[in-house]
C-alpha cells in the first residue's frame, strides 16, 4: 500500500530563514506525491507536485520540493520564510485508485 | 485549473437530524469523487469513493448507512450525514481527479449540537 509520512508535526521558523519539512513515502510502484496547504476552515491548495518528470519540482509561491528515491523522500523547501506561509501543510500520495493518501500533517509557524 | 464547488461550507445540526452536501465538478465531468474527512488537528482520511451511477466504496470503519453517498451526475455527490451526533462533527472535504490532478472542494465545517 502506498502511504507517506511527515516528520515533525509542528515547525518554526523565524522569517527570512529557510523552510524544511519532511515527508517521506512507501510505495512498491513509481509513485505520483504531492504537497498541499492548508489554511484553517479552508480546502487544499495544491504547492507542487512530482509525476516522475524531473526530480526536482518547482510550486507556486516559491516552495521547490525534491524527488529522492535513495531516500525514499520528497522533503518541501522555501528559502526565504514569510509570514503569510503560516498555515497547516500535507504530504499526499496518489494511490492506484486515485484516492489521495496524506500525512499527518505539518504545522508551519513563522515568527516576526 | 479545474474547479471543485463544495456546498455548504459550513452547517449547524441538531443531533438526530440529516444534513446533505454537496460536491460539484464545475468545468469538468468526473466519474469518480472522493469524499474525506478531518478531524480537528488531524489530517484527512478517506471515507469513500463515489461512483457515478453505482454504489459508492467505502472504506473500513466508515457505516454506509450513515454517511449515504449518491453520485447521480457526472458532475455531483452528494454526502448525506444521517441522523447526525456530536461526534460526526468534522470537516468533510471532496475532491475530483481530473488528468491525473486531485481538485479538492472548499471543505464543509460540520457542528452537531
Known amino acids: 500500500a502506498q502511504s507517506v509520512t511527515q516528520l515533525g508535526s509542528h515547525v518554526s521558523v523565524s522569517e527570512g530563514a529557510l523552510v524544511l519539512l519532511r515527508c517521506n513515502y512507501s510505495?512498491?510502484?513509481?509513485?505520483?506525491l504531492f504537497w498541499y496547504v492548508q489554511y484553517p476552515n479552508q480546502g487544499l491548495q495544491l504547492l507542487l507536485k512530482y509525476t516522475s518528470a524531473a526530480t526536482l519540482v518547482k510550486g507556486i509561491n516559491g516552495f521547490e520540493a525534491e524527488f529522492k528515491k535513495s531516500e525514499t523522500s520528497f522533503h518541501l523547501t522555501k528559502p526565504s520564510a514569510h509570514m503569510s506561509d503560516a498555515a497547516e501543510y500535507f504530504c499526499?500520495?496518489?494511490?492506484?485508485?486515485?484516492?489521495?493518501?496524506f500525512g499527518a500533517g505539518t504545522r508551519l509557524t513563522v515568527k516576526p | 485549473g479545474a474547479v471543485v464547488s463544495q456546498h455548504p461550507s459550513w452547517v449547524i445540526c441538531k443531533s438526530g437530524t440529516s444534513v446533505k452536501i454537496e460536491c460539484r465538478s464545475l468545468?469538468?465531468?468526473?466519474?469518480?469523487m472522493f469524499w474525506y474527512r478531518q478531524f480537528p488537528k488531524q489530517s484527512l482520511m478517506l471515507m469513500a469513493t463515489?461512483?457515478?451511477?453505482?454504489?459508492?466504496?467505502?472504506e473500513q470503519g466508515v457505516e454506509k448507512d450513515k454517511f449515504l453517498i449518491n453520485h447521480a451526475s457526472l458532475t455531483l455527490s452528494t454526502l448525506t450525514v444521517t441522523s447526525a451526533h456530536p461526534e460526526d462533527s468534522s470537516f468533510y472535504i471532496c475532491?475530483?481527479?481530473?488528468?491525473?490532478?486531485?481538485?479538492f472542494g472548499q471543505g464543509t465545517r460540520l457542528t452537531v449540537v
Open positions: 475532491s475530483a481527479t481530473l488528468h491525473g490532478e486531485a481538485f
Open positions: 510505495s512498491s510502484v513509481p509513485p505520483y
Open positions: 463515489s461512483n457515478e451511477g453505482s454504489k459508492a466504496t467505502y
Open positions: 499526499a500520495v496518489r494511490t492506484n485508485n486515485n484516492d489521495m493518501r
Open positions: 468545468d469538468f465531468q468526473a466519474t469518480t
